[in-house]
């Protein structure tokens, strides 16, 4: 357990800490509000994909080699990223740790269900679960402090420790599970390049349109390349024989609304991640560590959520509590759209909380939700897609946000005026739009017969 954790939490440290660190990066490399976002988005991107690529790599390497050699990349990229000397680099390092934490996550549950007995399994995926939601709530705090203290670089190296000691328990502790016989499954490679390069065009034109202008060639055939490489990775995957995504799923009625859901919750979790620091540091003036201290209550907000709404979605609909769940973030986001100046850093850390709390009572109602409709043998491409969803749509999230700073950037200095609160505001109440409108596929959702909530359901 300690040896899955430790390595987990490094990888769910590295997806947040950087985020207050954004502004100093930003202003070393003198990069734009799109530019900037790339750490966010080509981390998130990249872990979806990650997430599709562990079942390949686990059936070909095995567990402990895949876990292992995952943690040699991780500290290679930690190290390439304390040392960049441009923009690009730490681009291209976001990217390898994405990989890499999309990987490991699912990995480490694997581990855990070959090792311990079906009877203590609820215990140890209750126990991980404390660590992947550890990572991100104390990252910010970290990452804050280390930025004020030393440097932006030190938010890549501190991670270093903790891989050393993951390493270290991984080959003391960790062996090849006896339960798990080797699979030779295919890669299936085109899928993967057809996947990779839609995100890659979609992400990029979003990013480029604010500097290039929306109407202008190379964003134009950004997008119509996305649109096209969309087309071709749909087609393919209902083709193939391993698709790495089910899409044949979405056949199931109340699978859709699940899926466009789950892309909400992860465009609202991650949004708020990284519109927070931004909005305290840049426009509010604070330090890096005040940034950070103001995530931890939002962090801890979430973290003991989940065990009650866990009991509660046991009890009660699961479209209740994503509607509840969807009403509160929304109203988070509508006074945080308010953001100013006088705006009291007390009221900030309580909308985040409440954001949170609003959060996690979508998640486990949303896979609970999408598993109870698919039949039994495809329930683990139904949670698989769930959570390419939810990174999926933090990568737009994050992305979009992007845009309405840059573009609001962009209107004010051509007006000679200071840029402060304006972008912040419309991001945050284009947030509370999207989640108001998450109402509509929330009513379409699929409610499991009522034997079927008393029942103990995967996580």
């Not at 291209?92 to 934490?101: D, E, F, M, S, T």
């Not at 509010?284 to 907000?301: C, D, F, I, N």
Request: charged content about 10%; some cysteine; glycine content about 10%.
């Amino acid at each position: 357990m300690i040896t899955v954790m430790t390595g987990t939490m490094t990888m769910s440290l590295s997806s947040t800490i950087v985020n207050v660190a954004l502004p100093d990066i930003m202003a070393t490399f003198s990069v734009s509000h799109t530019m900037g976002q790339w750490l966010v988005t080509a981390f998130l991107a990249s872990m979806a994909i990650g997430m599709l690529l562990n079942v390949w790599m686990v059936d070909r390497f095995g567990p402990r080699t895949t876990y292992m050699g995952a943690l040699v990349v991780f500290v290679v990229a930690a190290i390439a990223g304390g040392l960049a000397m441009n923009f690009g680099m730490l681009v291209v390092v976001r990217v390898l740790q994405g990989l890499i934490a999309g990987m490991v996550q699912p990995l480490a549950m694997l581990m855990l269900y070959a090792v311990f007995p079906v009877n203590q399994r609820g215990q140890a995926m209750g126990l991980y679960a404390m660590g992947v939601v550890l990572g991100p709530t104390v990252g910010p705090v970290v990452g804050g402090v280390l930025v004020d203290w030393w440097s932006w670089r030190a938010v890549f190296l501190v991670v270093l420790p903790f891989c050393i000691a993951a390493f270290w328990l991984g080959s003391t502790f960790l062996s090849r599970p006896s339960s798990a016989p080797p699979v030779h499954r295919r890669l299936d490679g085109v899928g993967l390049l057809l996947l990779t390069g839609w995100m890659v065009a979609l992400l990029w034109g979003l990013s480029e349109g604010p500097h290039l202008g929306w109407g202008s060639l190379p964003v134009t055939l950004g997008l119509l390349a996305a649109a096209a490489l969309f087309a071709g990775f749909t087609l393919h995957q209902l083709r193939s024989r391993s698709p790495l995504l089910a899409l044949r799923i979405f056949r199931h009625t109340g699978f859709t609304p699940a899926f466009l859901v789950a892309m909400l919750t992860g465009a609202g979790l991650f949004g708020s991640v990284y519109l927070l620091p931004m909005l305290v540091q840049t426009a509010m003036g604070e330090s890096a560590s005040a940034a950070g201290m103001l995530l931890m209550p939002a962090g801890l907000a979430m973290a003991f959520s989940f065990p009650i709404i866990g009991r509660l979605t046991d009890r009660v609909l699961p479209k209740l509590l994503v509607a509840v769940g969807l009403v509160l973030f929304a109203l988070s986001s509508i006074v945080l759209s308010e953001a100013r100046a006088d705006m009291s850093l007390v009221l900030i850390a309580m909308m985040a909380a409440l954001g949170r709390v609003g959060l996690a009572m979508t998640m486990p109602p949303v896979v609970i939700g999408a598993v109870s409709i698919v039949p039994q043998n495809m329930i683990n491409q139904a949670t698989g897609l769930i959570s390419f969803a939810r990174q999926f749509g933090g990568s737009l999230g994050v992305s979009l946000s992007a845009i309405l700073l840059q573009e609001n950037t962009l209107w004010t200095a051509s007006l000679g005026v200071p840029e402060a609160f304006p972008g912040y505001q419309d991001a945050f109440a284009l947030m509370a739009l999207l989640y108001l409108i998450g109402l509509y596929p929330m009513a379409r959702m699929q409610s499991p017969p009522a034997e079927d909530r008393k029942r103990p359901q995967p996580a």
